[in-house]
């Protein structure tokens, strides 16, 4: 049996559906009575967040690659970060990195080319909003990344990281969130949305809203992650 290794922590909320939908999903699909073998690096967010807020990339490549470092040493055949912020330095740490580790913007670029989406919104924090490696990814499928507008930025950012990492779920907060899907919809076009933080998911629980599809993040990460360990 193969073990995955989780560099988690970055939020506690979501690494928390990342275990449960994991071993769920597994257990659906291997209907044995067995379990997944998982190795889980619960790491520090804020000094995580602290050196990409003042764009120490290089620090935080180093400091991710330590941490996957640690999950190789426990036995991990492959791995993944349980966040979308990180993935901002994935291709380094991937280089790096002695394991394969799946990434959380490629699995969800082949989602929406599933789906057939042309041009999807993106909601995160900040720096996965407005850096390049969501673009970067999905332009090559031919699918154009739309952003909120920035004062619609700043409440994502505030809410995702005053509230949601903090397990704070609120219906204001929800109904101001598919307000601004619906301002996107009507004036961007979009035709999906991104759910790029893990935490996203936690609040905006359907699958759709308005006939706008919504990639969880979590759960295709989640999907991949099990197909690797059924492989």
């Not at 791995?79 to 330095?89: D, E, M, Q, S």
């Not at 090559?140 to 704070?168: R, W």
């Not at 035709?191 to 706008?212: C, H, R, V, W, Y």
């Amino acid at each position: 049996m193969k073990t995955l290794g989780i560099v988690g922590g970055i939020g506690p909320e979501s690494t928390v559906v990342y275990y449960r939908s994991i071993v769920a999903m597994y257990r659906e699909q291997r209907p044995d009575g067995s379990y997944p073998s998982i190795l889980l690096n619960s790491i520090y967010l804020t000094k995580m967040l602290g050196m990409i807020g003042a764009n120490q990339l290089v620090e935080v490549t180093e400091y991710l690659v330590e941490e996957v470092q640690k999950l190789v040493k426990a036995g991990a055949d492959f791995g993944l970060l349980a966040a979308n912020t990180p993935h901002i330095v994935f291709d380094e740490i991937s280089r790096q990195s002695s394991i394969p580790l799946i990434s959380i913007v490629d699995v969800t670029c082949q989602e929406a080319q599933i789906l057939g989406l042309k041009k999807v919104g993106l909601f995160g924090t900040r720096s996965t909003m407005q850096k390049r490696f969501f673009p970067d990814i999905f332009s090559k499928a031919g699918i154009t990344i739309a952003l909120p507008e920035l004062d619609e930025q700043d409440y994502i950012h505030d809410k995702y990281m005053n509230e949601l990492v903090n397990g704070i779920i609120l219906s204001e907060t929800r109904e101001r969130l598919l307000m601004i899907v619906d301002r996107m919809k009507g004036q961007q076009g979009i035709d999906g949305l991104i759910l790029g933080g893990t935490e996203l998911p936690l609040i905006l629980t359907d699958e759709e809203f308005k006939g706008i599809p919504f990639l969880d993040t979590t759960q295709i990460h989640v999907k991949y992650a099990v197909s690797e360990l059924l492989s």
